[in-house]
């Protein structure tokens, strides 16, 4: 199977603690930044299939007895719409059932308006990693020799910016941190 | 349950392993029964105003009712049924060749209000148990009974008698004022636990713990066949409180309350608990799994379905994901009309020797 990357926006734009639902290739990604790493997800709760979207992200509480409350403000989990079940949005994992019940992650990477600015204009970036990573083997430095800007659907693409790219190869998600 | 050895069915024919009864009851014949366990204040108590009998059991079981007494159990010379040792004998422990059983007494003091008299009352309620049934017949171990408005005095009487070799449990009524779970019973369940000893919610209690969440019912067919409704609110209660977080080596018996609620009970627990447990973080897995470790239930009543659809009988008693829920019990003099032997018949064959010993012997640490 073909890898399918795909520039949903600027990365400025999604806040730290922000979500946003981006059409892939006709699949609705969840995006989220969490403490400037960003994590997508199948914006469908296993569950029922509601938009994962639209969850609130609410702190991990746990206790080990009745009344010892342990409430991590750092470690938030997203709570599906429609019941309530909590998710990790960087594992795609349920609270509940970590293995059997789980959210269908997504690589999000951030990468240099440089890098993917020639991919964008076909809206698509169709490359395995390794290809990738060799196509673009010297622009990894955010040199700017790519002119800009280029239009993919309603995103410009600046090269001097970071850039979201969506892989839909399922697998667990990698990490990127804003640079 | 009801299939008893009566006349002509031999206990072969019904099941040839061990057998363990998990519910037997002794019936206190009357308050002077107790005269040589109590003081002469609380005797005077009892004789100055001409009282008998706490008011609860009258209410719970109908003296006549084939209920309260399965009619070959009643002693045909006015004697109290269950009243005596070679009554229990002659009915239950010898013809089913009982390895052991689990004595019972529902004495309803639960319905006695009177703080200090309450206490002298369970206490001659226990010694009376621990004197005239254990003491006589080792095949016997018994229950504690306590004054269960007042958690102080409840762990004072576990803590006299909670060492006691032949006692494995202490009784609390399904209906009380407060669900059990509540943190103010916390000490209760902790000193049962420092005694090993098992919790039983038995049928019966206060009439204003009412059985059903929206009030009181007008006749007995709505309390008998209700009283589900208040062991599943008292269970929900126990396993939601954190209670068995708290203790994680406390066993609860739910005895009398039937058991086929059971599985429609844990596929709503368990759902339900996937987008609540926030609130209660402390229930940090599915409620069935605490069930299954920290609860069994007597299989009476047993809501078996008509004979001839055994394979729902077999479905139901599958959903409970379990061979070691379930222990038999004649719940010995009542007479609840179903049968052991359809039981077995809807239990896969491992389940079987369990049902009928194994589970309540393992559970009560029994020789």
């Given at each position: 199977m073909p890898s399918k990357r795909f520039v949903v926006g600027r990365a400025a734009d999604l806040a730290d603690g922000e979500k946003m639902a981006v059409d892939v290739n006709g699949r609705s990604i969840a995006i989220f930044n969490v403490e400037g790493e960003f994590y997508g997800l199948l914006n469908r709760c296993p569950h029922r299939g509601a938009d994962l979207c639209a969850g609130r992200f609410l702190p991990l509480v746990s206790a080990e007895r009745p009344g010892k409350y342990v409430y991590d403000t750092d470690h938030q989990l997203l709570a599906c719409p429609?019941?309530?079940?909590?998710?990790?949005?960087?594992?795609?994992?349920?609270?509940?059932?970590?293995v059997g019940m789980r959210g269908r992650p997504y690589a999000v990477d951030v990468e240099k308006g440089s890098l993917v600015a020639t991919e964008v204009e076909s809206g698509?970036?169709?490359?395995t990693p390794a290809q990738y990573a060799a196509a673009t083997a010297g622009q990894n430095a955010g040199d700017g020799k790519q002119p800009g800007p280029y239009k993919a659907e309603t995103v410009t693409i600046e090269v001097e910016d970071d850039y979201l790219v969506v892989d839909l190869r399922p697998r667990r998600p990698g990490r990127r941190t804003a640079s | 349950m009801t299939t008893s050895l009566l006349g002509t069915t031999p206990r072969e024919s019904v099941w040839t392993g061990p057998v363990v009864d998990a519910d037997v009851h002794a019936q206190v014949p009357s308050a002077s029964a107790l005269f040589p366990y109590l003081a002469q204040q609380w005797i005077d108590w009892c004789t100055e105003r001409n009282w008998r009998t706490p008011p609860g059991p009258g209410q719970h079981f109908p003296p006549n009712s084939p209920r309260t007494c399965r009619p070959e159990w009643r002693?045909?010379?006015?004697?109290?049924?269950?009243?005596?040792l070679a009554l229990l004998q002659e009915h239950v422990l010898d013809p089913w060749r009982v390895d052991a059983a689990i004595l019972n007494c529902y004495y309803g003091i639960d319905s006695i209000r009177q703080p200090d008299w309450v206490n002298a009352m369970a206490s001659a309620v226990n010694d009376w148990l621990v004197h005239e049934w254990l003491a006589k017949d080792a095949r016997l171990h018994g229950s504690l009974v306590l004054p269960v408005r007042d958690p102080e005095a409840m762990v004072r009487e576990i803590h006299r008698l909670g060492d006691q070799p032949q006692i494995k449990q202490v009784l609390l009524p399904a209906r009380s004022d407060l669900l059990w779970g509540r943190r103010i019973h916390l000490p209760v369940f902790r000193a049962a636990v420092e005694h090993d000893l098992v919790v039983g919610l038995h049928y019966g209690g206060t009439a204003d713990g009412v059985p059903s969440t929206t009030g009181y019912p007008s006749y007995f067919i709505e309390e008998y066949a209700g009283e589900w409704q208040s062991f599943a609110t008292q269970v929900t209660s126990m396993v939601v409180e954190g209670l068995l977080q708290e203790l994680p080596d406390l066993r609860v018996s739910v005895i009398?309350?039937?058991?086929?609620w059971l599985p429609a009970w844990g596929w709503r627990m368990n759902k339900d608990w996937k987008g609540l447990r926030r609130e209660v973080p402390w229930l940090s897995e599915p409620p069935m799994d605490v069930i299954r470790r920290h609860f069994r239930f007597?299989?009476?009543?047993?809501?078996?379905?008509?004979?001839?659809?055994?394979r729902h009988l077999q479905n139901a008693l599958g959903w409970l994901r379990s061979d070691d829920l379930l222990m038999f019990a004649?719940?010995?003099?009542?007479?609840?009309?179903?049968d052991v032997d359809r039981l077995l018949a809807g239990l896969p064959d491992p389940a079987r020797p369990k049902l009928m010993a194994e589970t309540a012997r393992a559970w009560y640490r029994l020789p």
């Amino acid at each position: 199977m073909p890898s399918k990357r795909f520039v949903v926006g600027r990365a400025a734009d999604l806040a730290d603690g922000e979500k946003m639902a981006v059409d892939v290739n006709g699949r609705s990604i969840a995006i989220f930044n969490v403490e400037g790493e960003f994590y997508g997800l199948l914006n469908r709760c296993p569950h029922r299939g509601a938009d994962l979207c639209a969850g609130r992200f609410l702190p991990l509480v746990s206790a080990e007895r009745p009344g010892k409350y342990v409430y991590d403000t750092d470690h938030q989990l997203l709570a599906c719409p429609w019941h309530g079940w909590e998710f990790d949005v960087t594992t795609g994992q349920s609270y509940f059932d970590p293995v059997g019940m789980r959210g269908r992650p997504y690589a999000v990477d951030v990468e240099k308006g440089s890098l993917v600015a020639t991919e964008v204009e076909s809206g698509a970036v169709s490359m395995t990693p390794a290809q990738y990573a060799a196509a673009t083997a010297g622009q990894n430095a955010g040199d700017g020799k790519q002119p800009g800007p280029y239009k993919a659907e309603t995103v410009t693409i600046e090269v001097e910016d970071d850039y979201l790219v969506v892989d839909l190869r399922p697998r667990r998600p990698g990490r990127r941190t804003a640079s | 349950m009801t299939t008893s050895l009566l006349g002509t069915t031999p206990r072969e024919s019904v099941w040839t392993g061990p057998v363990v009864d998990a519910d037997v009851h002794a019936q206190v014949p009357s308050a002077s029964a107790l005269f040589p366990y109590l003081a002469q204040q609380w005797i005077d108590w009892c004789t100055e105003r001409n009282w008998r009998t706490p008011p609860g059991p009258g209410q719970h079981f109908p003296p006549n009712s084939p209920r309260t007494c399965r009619p070959e159990w009643r002693p045909d010379d006015g004697r109290v049924p269950a009243s005596e040792l070679a009554l229990l004998q002659e009915h239950v422990l010898d013809p089913w060749r009982v390895d052991a059983a689990i004595l019972n007494c529902y004495y309803g003091i639960d319905s006695i209000r009177q703080p200090d008299w309450v206490n002298a009352m369970a206490s001659a309620v226990n010694d009376w148990l621990v004197h005239e049934w254990l003491a006589k017949d080792a095949r016997l171990h018994g229950s504690l009974v306590l004054p269960v408005r007042d958690p102080e005095a409840m762990v004072r009487e576990i803590h006299r008698l909670g060492d006691q070799p032949q006692i494995k449990q202490v009784l609390l009524p399904a209906r009380s004022d407060l669900l059990w779970g509540r943190r103010i019973h916390l000490p209760v369940f902790r000193a049962a636990v420092e005694h090993d000893l098992v919790v039983g919610l038995h049928y019966g209690g206060t009439a204003d713990g009412v059985p059903s969440t929206t009030g009181y019912p007008s006749y007995f067919i709505e309390e008998y066949a209700g009283e589900w409704q208040s062991f599943a609110t008292q269970v929900t209660s126990m396993v939601v409180e954190g209670l068995l977080q708290e203790l994680p080596d406390l066993r609860v018996s739910v005895i009398e309350g039937g058991f086929l609620w059971l599985p429609a009970w844990g596929w709503r627990m368990n759902k339900d608990w996937k987008g609540l447990r926030r609130e209660v973080p402390w229930l940090s897995e599915p409620p069935m799994d605490v069930i299954r470790r920290h609860f069994r239930f007597s299989a009476v009543p047993a809501e078996l379905g008509p004979p001839e659809a055994a394979r729902h009988l077999q479905n139901a008693l599958g959903w409970l994901r379990s061979d070691d829920l379930l222990m038999f019990a004649t719940d010995y003099p009542r007479g609840h009309d179903d049968d052991v032997d359809r039981l077995l018949a809807g239990l896969p064959d491992p389940a079987r020797p369990k049902l009928m010993a194994e589970t309540a012997r393992a559970w009560y640490r029994l020789p």
